[in-house]
C-alpha cells in the first residue's frame, strides 16, 4: 500500500485531486492545508499554513506512526496575489515563494529518504503555463512558477538514479475563483495611483475569461495528476487545459516583442 501526500488539499484543485486519488484502491492519502476541516472525508488531515517557515515539516513530523512515510508527493499549494511590480511589497513576495516553491522545497528534502529507502518515489509539482512566459501585472507570481520549473528541472536529474519521477503538471486557463481573487487584489493594490487604469482593463479582462464558458473543467488537471501518480513511466511534463499548447508554442515561435505586444493587449481587453 502506497501514501501519497497532497498540499493545498482544503480547495480548488488540491481538493479534487485529494477526493480522486481517495478512491483509488491501495493508496492512503494524505491532505496538507490551513483549514484540514474543508478536505475530502477518508484522508488523513495535516494542518499547516505554508506561509509560514518550518510549518510544512512540523505537520508531516505529526504523521501517525501507523502511516507510512509518502513515496508519492503532490504539491496542489499556492496562490495569485496580481499587482504591479513596482507596488508589490517584498513581503508579499516572499509570501508566494514560501507557499508556492519553499514549501515544496522543505517537503521533497524530508520525503526523499524515504522515497530512497523504498526504491521509488513520484513527486507531481502543479506548476502552470504561467511558468512559460509572463503577463502584465503578474511578476512575482510568474516568477514562483518559473523557479518551480526550475527546481523541478534540477530535482529530476538529481534523483533518476533512485528510482524517483518528478513531473510537472501545467494547467491553462481553469474554471475556478483564482481568477476573480487575482482580479480583486490587482485592482485594491493599484488603487488610485499610477497603475489604476491599467490594472482596472486586466482586472476587467480576467473577470470576462473566468466568468466565460470556455474555461476547462478542473477535472482535466485532476486527470493530469492522477496520470502523473499512476502511470508507470509518466511524462516529464502535462500541458492541459484552455491555450496550454498554442500559448506555449506561440511563446517558442513568436518574436519576444511580437509576443509582448498580444499579452498586453489581452490584458487590456
Avoid at 105 to 131: N, Q
Avoid at 208 to 232: G, T
Amino acid at each position: 500500500m502506497s501514501t501519497v501526500l497532497i498540499t493545498g488539499a482544503s480547495s480548488g484543485i488540491g481538493r479534487a485531486a485529494a477526493s480522486r486519488i481517495r478512491a483509488d484502491e491501495g493508496r492512503v492519502v494524505i491532505g496538507m492545508a490551513r483549514r484540514p476541516e474543508a478536505m475530502p472525508r477518508g484522508i488523513i488531515p495535516l494542518k499547516a499554513d505554508l506561509a509560514t517557515p518550518g510549518a510544512a515539516a512540523t505537520a508531516l513530523a505529526g504523521l501517525p506512526g501507523e502511516v507510512a512515510a509518502p513515496t508519492e508527493f503532490v504539491h496542489c499549494a499556492g496562490y495569485a496575489d496580481f499587482a504591479p511590480l513596482e507596488l508589490c511589497s517584498p513581503e508579499e513576495a516572499v509570501r508566494q515563494m514560501r507557499v508556492g516553491l519553499f514549501s515544496a522545497a522543505e517537503l521533497i528534502s524530508r520525503l526523499l529518504p524515504a522515497m530512497r529507502r523504498a526504491g521509488r518515489g513520484r513527486i507531481v509539482l502543479v506548476s502552470s503555463i504561467a511558468s512559460r512566459f509572463s503577463s502584465p501585472m503578474g511578476g512575482w507570481y510568474h516568477a514562483t512558477k518559473y523557479a518551480v520549473e526550475a527546481l523541478s528541472d534540477a530535482l529530476r536529474m538529481e534523483v533518476a538514479d533512485f528510482g524517483i519521477d518528478v513531473v510537472l503538471i501545467e494547467p491553462g486557463a481553469i474554471r475556478t475563483d483564482w481568477g476573480t481573487i487575482a482580479a480583486d487584489h490587482l485592482e485594491d493594490s493599484a488603487r488610485g495611483g499610477a497603475y489604476e487604469e491599467a490594472a482596472g482593463r486586466t482586472a476587467a479582462s480576467m473577470r470576462r475569461l473566468y466568468a466565460s464558458r470556455r474555461m476547462s473543467d478542473p477535472q482535466v488537471v485532476v486527470r493530469a495528476i492522477r496520470r502523473a501518480v499512476e502511470a508507470r513511466r509518466p511524462r516529464t511534463r502535462y500541458l492541459v487545459g484552455l491555450g496550454a499548447k498554442p500559448l506555449v508554442a506561440a511563446r517558442a515561435l513568436l518574436p519576444t516583442r511580437l509576443f509582448d505586444r498580444i499579452m498586453r493587449g489581452a490584458a487590456a481587453g
